[in-house]
């Protein structure tokens, strides 16, 4: 999903894994671009992953629940990703875990 589109509506409740980061200067010459890349298409063959958004430093990934959220966090490959983003990748970065009781929302051409 490129940064300009947004993720479909989803029924509520649901889990957004909010991840914010700040890179290091040279992480898009060490690999992080096909990492990234590779990361969402493997999350998205997952049980329970609903959807992603993402713009510069941010990325929000969507989940049925709470299990699958976790059940992200455990893949192997996704593991690896998160090691190299500690040691290489990321000179800061947060992780928020939130459950969504609402949303709204609106796309032009809606009415």
């Known amino acids: 999903m490129s940064c300009m589109e947004l993720a479909p509506l989803f029924e509520p409740p ?14 898009l010459n060490t690999g992080y671009g096909e990492m990234a890349a ?15 958004e993402s713009a510069p430093g941010i990325t ?15 893949v192997a490959e996704h593991r690896e990703a998160q090691r190299l983003g500690r040691t290489e990748w990321y000179s800061a970065y947060r992780l928020r875990i939130a ?12 009415g």
């Open 14 to 27: 649901y889990v957004a894994v909010i991840f914010s980061s700040v890179r290091t200067s040279d992480a």
């Open 38 to 52: 590779r990361m969402l298409e493997l999350a998205a063959r997952q049980p329970g992953y609903l959807g992603v």
């Open 99 to 110: 459950t969504v009781d609402r949303e709204v929302g609106h796309d032009v051409g809606d």
């Open 60 to 74: 929000i990934s969507y989940w049925r629940d709470a299990a699958s959220a976790t059940a992200w966090r455990a």
